[in-house]
């Protein structure tokens, strides 16, 4: 019987996707493993949030609710969710292996002195023995792992559980916790908050991503895809190539180190298709790749290829989808 804890941060009023999956994985494995499932509720943490939390599988929420960890601060969010997590008495801390994920999972392991495991997506329990499956090889094959810790902190693949659901007549119990702020934890403080146009995407969400990656040449190309993807209503991302360049936000990154995104239309511009990349693409619907080189990669993922020159095939379809669309 395990006893399970989940992560969960609010984004603008409802809770984050993450926390929604995060919590639909929970509630698969408490029914599994006869377990109880208990969430943690950290940031501006409301009433209305532990409710949904509780709706979507949790009998129990722990809200922490201090204004200085409404800015997600990683020391802070490390230290208070060991002080629940203790509290709790739980063996397995679960969260959204998403960008806040990838900063937390390795901290809170070592703190707990827990096993962790990261990018997973399903668990089985043949033979009364719980193990974590998780896919390897760059999403070419899956791996079953058991821990060797008694507690684990694992991070659940971000889109790789169905639609949450939520049932509104549950009930729970919420609790207070007054944690008091240890600020001689805090090592790391921001200094400056700078709001570019492209920082506020969030790719998870997007049905429709124009993408960009050193076959671009420049930040000038995207402005070509900007221009594209709006015409589209969607919005745009990157390789971590074109990130690591400085032409775009790091937070455009699609990938295994990126965004693991799920859109309709995934469109690859100058974007070879290395397994990293597409560890990130593996839920995309349609894949659209345009690329100089015919061997890339990239076409035996994509659905539609146009082997050609970004710079002459991107201002035709927009010009042509404009007379379209418009
Ligand atoms: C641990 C690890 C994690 C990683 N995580 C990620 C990740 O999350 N996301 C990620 O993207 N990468 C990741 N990478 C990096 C990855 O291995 C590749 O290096 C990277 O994806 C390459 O980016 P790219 O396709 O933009 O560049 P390249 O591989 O250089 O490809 C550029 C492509 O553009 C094409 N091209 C050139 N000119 C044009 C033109 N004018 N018109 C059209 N096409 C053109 C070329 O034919 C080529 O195929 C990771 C690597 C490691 C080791």
Redesign the pocket.
Known sequence: MSKILIFTNQQEESLSPGAQEALAFGSRLASATAGSVEAVLVGPATEAGAKEAIAFGASKVYTINNPLLSEYQVELYVDSLFTVFQQSDADTLLLSFDRMGKDLVGRLATRIGASAITEVTDFRTEGGKLTWVRPIYGDKAYGEYSTTRPKVVVGIRQKSQGPAVPDSTRTGEIISVDYSVPLEVVITKLVVKIQSALSDIRLEDATIIVSG???L?GPEGFQDLQSLAELLGGTVGA????CDAGWVPSNL??????AVVAPDLYIA??????S??LA?ITSAKTVVA????SE?P?FKRANLGVIA???TVIPALTEKLKKVLV
């Open positions: 990656g050193r076959g040449g390789s971590r190539a074109a990154q699609v990938g295994q180190t990126g511009v100058g974007i070879s298709g290395a990293q990349h990130g345009i690329n100089t080189d890339a990239i020159d970004y710079k």
